[in-house]
């Protein structure tokens, strides 16, 4: 996350709002390929190979169900680069999608490697993988950035993988097969989560494309990427959740414990929304002087549709918990099919609010799409385990968080909002522990 950060921060800057707003299209687009190299395959070989199976028979099964995905990927966007430029009107877009073209099997082999570390619960590795790829990504965006600018940029995408997978390649199965693997059960454990992981980074993204669409003024499309991007943080940040839930909700399944997935469901999803709340009433009540101190006052036009994109991903990071305990249980259509249906309705509104909006209405559409997804996911979660969140906590960690809001909202220029967005944050941690929202089986616990 940390590395993200400081590649939008630095990038928006030297390449202005124009061209930002184009390379975050291009990176949206690549992002969204790259799940099918990221997402399904690397989990499905992972369980594979943490349940027993031919850990070099299963890893030589996945390289080429992902050779094949990969072509599919390289293809897609060379055939869609010269008709988003035309349809977009903007010849940037046809470079920066070839080059991001080359990305797609450099993020296969690094995303393949990352599943047998998982699958042999190899985490050290597997993190220095992350931190070599995360340092790798700085030093190759910025570094090509500076020379060949917005294609330099996006050539460093292509680049930092590669970078990753070639350090960590010693880790790789080598030797031969001790028997065969079929690819059919790779690839029907992967298609409903690559399903799933698709929908909603399409939702967090396609509100870029309409705006870039309907409003002609070059900039605008720079500052939304801005404000899209720094609402991202909060589903970054929610990622680990699912991390953590789907092994142990896998776990509990296997052994039927009832009382154990209940318990899972109400911790997770109450310690979900702790974390999404808090973050959204900080980042909402100090906007402006978040975005002016990360990316300029260039940005400040992006303060309302960052008002309301901070709460729409929000909730689409409460969406992936959710999900994530679904999966965990050997359920990935359902939670799929509600993200898709979440899509189908922000691909219908999104556009006319945008052309009837502005940016505004562009992030209104992201909201209303990702509380419908969020709500769907609660239900299925709700109806499969018979537990959700305890109503009365939600309501207290509400109203911790409107105390940060207050507090966030005090905020007047970038060389405040950091220690008033600390105090926000220590007033809602306070908030939380005077109002006794944690069940006093944790304290226990934790003591």
């Not at 070099?56 to 390289?74: D, E, K, N, P």
């Not at 537990?387 to 220029?413: H, W």
């Amino acid at each position: 996350m940390l590395s993200g950060y400081i590649l939008n921060v630095v990038l928006a800057r030297f390449l202005g709002p124009g061209s930002y707003g184009v390379y975050g299209i291009v990176i949206a687009l690549l992002t969204i390929v790259n799940l099918m190299q990221t997402q399904g395959v690397p989990q499905a070989l992972s369980r594979a190979i943490a349940a027993g199976a031919d850990e070099r028979g299963a890893w030589r099964t996945a390289l080429r169900v992902q050779g094949v995905a990969s072509t599919g990927g390289i293809v897609l966007l060379a055939l869609s680069a010269p008709l988003l430029a035309s349809v977009l009107d903007d010849d940037r877009l046809l470079s920066g999608l070839l080059v991001a073209a080359v990305a797609v099997p450099s993020y296969a082999l690094f995303a393949t490697i990352g599943g047998v570390l998982n699958g042999r619960r190899d985490f050290a590795r597997q993190a220095l993988l992350n931190a070599v790829y995360s340092t790798a990504r700085v030093a190759c965006v910025l570094g090509l950035a500076l020379a060949f600018e917005f294609t330099g940029a996006v050539a460093g995408f292509a680049l930092a993988p590669l970078v990753a997978f070639v350090a960590l390649a010693p880790r790789r199965p080598r030797g031969a097969a001790s028997g065969s693997f079929e690819w059919w059960p790779l690839v029907r454990f992967a298609l409903p989560s690559i399903g799933l992981a698709l929908a909603l980074t399409a939702t967090m993204s396609l509100d870029l494309l309409f705006v870039k669409g309907a409003i002609a003024d070059d900039v605008t499309a720079g500052v939304y990427a801005a404000a899209q991007n720094a609402a991202r943080l909060t589903y970054y940040i929610m990622i680990p959740a699912g991390i953590v839930l789907f092994p142990a909700m896998a776990e509990a399944i296997a052994s039927a414990d009832r009382g154990r997935q209940r318990l899972l469901v109400k911790d997770g999803v109450e310690g979900a929304i702790a974390v999404v709340l808090v973050l959204v009433a900080v980042m909402a009540g100090a906007r402006v002087e978040l975005l002016d101190l990360a990316f300029g006052t260039e940005f400040e036009g992006a303060a309302t549709a960052f008002e309301l994109l901070a709460p729409a991903i929000g909730c689409l990071g409460l969406a992936y918990t959710l999900a994530s305990l679904l999966t965990g249980s050997g359920r990935p259509v359902p939670p799929m099919v509600v993200a898709a249906a979440a899509l189908v309705v922000q691909a219908a509104i999104g556009y006319p609010l945008t052309v009837a909006y502005g940016m505004s209405g562009a992030a209104l559409g992201t909201l209303i799409a990702a509380g419908i997804c969020v709500a769907g996911q609660a239900l299925l979660v709700r109806r499969h385990f018979g537990a959700l969140a305890d109503p009365s906590r939600v309501g207290r960690l509400v109203v911790a968080a409107v105390g940060a809001f207050a507090i966030a909202s005090q905020a007047s220029s970038p060389l405040d909002v950091i220690p008033i967005c600390a105090a926000a944050t220590a007033a809602y941690v306070g908030l939380v522990l005077v109002l006794r929202v944690v069940p006093r089986r944790l304290q226990r616990r934790r003591r």
